[in-house]
């Protein structure tokens, strides 16, 4: 079955910067095109940053210029590095494999979520 392990998250202070790593199993990795998605406090979880399998790359406007997402075939691992961070970014970030053809109608490809990186920006 499909697992998905997040890590890296963690306290910073704004502007600082975080790197998060997923490790998918169960899939077959490098056809998949993947996503990070965010659940700020209260909120719904929303897709922040996407990449096809063919390494084309996209984002919520909210996050453009500061994060960059990434992936390594070789080790079934999507990466998501994040600067600037600021107090709005501060949530659950969780990586799913996505259905759909634009960053507009991508949905979660999975029904099961790993635990999630928390990321927390505050001073």
């Known amino acids: 079955q499909v697992q998905l392990v997040e890590s890296g998250g963690g306290l910073v202070q704004p502007g600082e910067s975080l790197k998060l790593s997923c490790v998918a199993s169960?899939?077959?990795?490098?056809?998949?095109?993947m996503g990070w998605f965010r659940q700020a406090p209260g909120k719904q979880r929303e897709l922040v940053a996407s990449i096809t399998s063919k390494g084309d790359t996209d984002y919520e406007d909210s996050v453009k210029g500061r994060f960059t997402i990434s992936r390594d075939n070789a080790k079934s691992s999507v990466y998501l590095q994040m600067n600037s961070l600021k107090p709005e970014d501060t949530g659950d970030y969780y990586c799913?494999?996505?259905?759909?053809?634009?960053?507009?109608?991508?949905?979660?490809?999975?029904?099961?979520w790993g635990q999630g990186a928390q990321v927390s920006v505050s001073s």
């Open positions: 799913n494999a996505l259905a759909g053809y634009y960053f507009s109608d991508f949905v979660p490809l999975f029904g099961s």
């Open positions: 169960g899939m077959v990795f490098k056809i998949q095109d």
